[in-house]
């Protein structure tokens, strides 16, 4: 007997209906493996997938946890809670997480450039900040012809070192996530260049939100929180892009057919899969959604959270941190992190 794939998709939704809401996420009862919230959509997905690897919630507790980066050389992961202003530390040893800076200017995405210096975009001050080994900040971007940013939001290193970044205004629309404020750019994304020059990318989305790019850096993907929602995949020329498309819509398979959740921080695997955090839909949709290098959905991992973020770390790059609402998770996967960060 032949099952047909709506069938299948409904018997896996009714499988994995309450199984993320249900589980103990104290950690105190053990999840059966394989992981039943790893959920492979295609047979693509499943020689990605750590069958004795489970889903962890590492720490809860933030208001809207951001921006995860690993950082390889003190192995550590910092995060953002945006609104209670902190950049956190978690610590694999013994899961230590504790604050690691104070008044961090309601910073949202975090990275680390080649040299290892943690690079922040801040909503407080509509900054793009490093901060330097002994300490002192540097800001790398606060203006563009003469304006300010609206409030850069999240961004990645190329290979030659130059930093790119969104800036769709989040954090100046509202308080919460820093002052807010009239803005006074068109929602773009922009390029710091090693010499310090700033270009603008593009402007062609109207909330860019997410960035990353291809393992051979000849793509980048960036998400649109805006209208109509998608991932957009452009070919990197040089200091700029040409050849927009969508890449990807956010709509699930397991809920949310009409396309209106979202996702927000993207990071890709050594493969070319696109790992993207999705969220604001509810069970069956929130968590991270994977999709090939040619835009298909094929794995999704289910949380109780609207996920906001991810990134690869650990020392063999081969495990996602996820940043979700009030909390953190991870889960070891059987691939690697392109990037170092």
Same mark, same amino acid.
């Given at each position: ?15 994995t209906a309450t199984s993320a809401f249900a589980r103990d996420w104290t950690g ?24 004795? +690897? ?5 720490? /809860? ?7 995860p980066a690993w950082n390889g050389t003190g192995n550590y992961l910092v995060f953002? #809670?945006?609104?209670?202003?902190? !950049? ?5 040893? #013994?899961? &230590? ?16 450039? @080649? &040299?290892?210096? !943690?690079?922040?975009?801040? &909503?407080? /001050? ?12 540097? *800001? ?10 609206? =409030?850069?939001?999240?961004? =990645?290193v190329h290979a030659d070192g130059s930093i790119w970044f969104t800036d769709p ?19 773009? *994304? ?20 997410? @960035? ?11 998400? #649109? ?27 699930? !398979? ?23 955090? +999705? ?8 968590? *991270? &959604? ?42 070891? *996967? ?8």
């Open positions: 007997m032949t099952t047909d794939r709506r069938s299948f998709l409904c018997s896996l939704v009714a499988a105190q009862t053990p999840e059966r493996y394989p992981d039943p919230d790893v959920i492979a959509l295609d047979p693509a997905f499943e020689k990605l997938v750590q069958g004795n +690897a489970p889903i962890r919630r590492l720490h /809860t507790g933030m208001l809207w946890a951001e921006g953002s #809670d945006i609104p209670n202003n902190a !950049q956190m530390r978690w610590l694999p040893e #013994d899961g &230590h997480v504790s604050v690691m800076r104070n008044n961090a200017n309601n910073s949202n995405g975090n990275t680390f450039d @080649l &040299h290892g210096r !943690q690079i922040s975009f801040e &909503h407080g /001050t509509r900054r793009v900040v490093r901060y330097e080994l002994d300490g002192k900040i540097t *800001v790398l971007a606060e203006k563009f012809d003469g304006k300010p940013f609206n =409030a850069p939001n999240d961004g =990645a205004g989040y954090g100046s629309m509202m308080d919460y996530e820093g002052n807010k404020g009239e803005l006074f750019l068109k929602e773009s *994304v922009y390029r710091i260049d090693p010499s310090g020059e700033i270009t603008k990318i593009t402007e062609d989305l109207e909330k860019p939100n997410g @960035l990353c790019f291809s393992p051979d850096y000849k793509k980048v993907y960036i998400v #649109d929180t805006g209208s109509p929602k998608n991932i957009r995949v452009y070919d990197v020329d040089g200091k700029t892009v040409k050849n927009g498309k969508v890449f990807a819509t956010n709509k699930g !398979q397991l809920a949310d057919p009409k396309a209106k959740g979202n996702s927000d921080g993207i990071r890709c695997d050594v493969e070319g899969n696109l790992w993207a955090s +999705a969220g604001w839909i509810g069970d069956g949709y929130d968590g *991270v &959604h994977v999709f090939n290098s040619e835009g298909k959905l094929i794995g999704f991992i289910k949380l109780p959270e609207t996920a906001s973020n991810v990134c690869f770390g650990g020392p063999k790059r081969n495990r996602l941190f996820i940043t979700a609402s009030q909390s953190l998770y991870s889960v070891y *996967v059987n691939t690697r992190g392109a990037h170092h960060c």
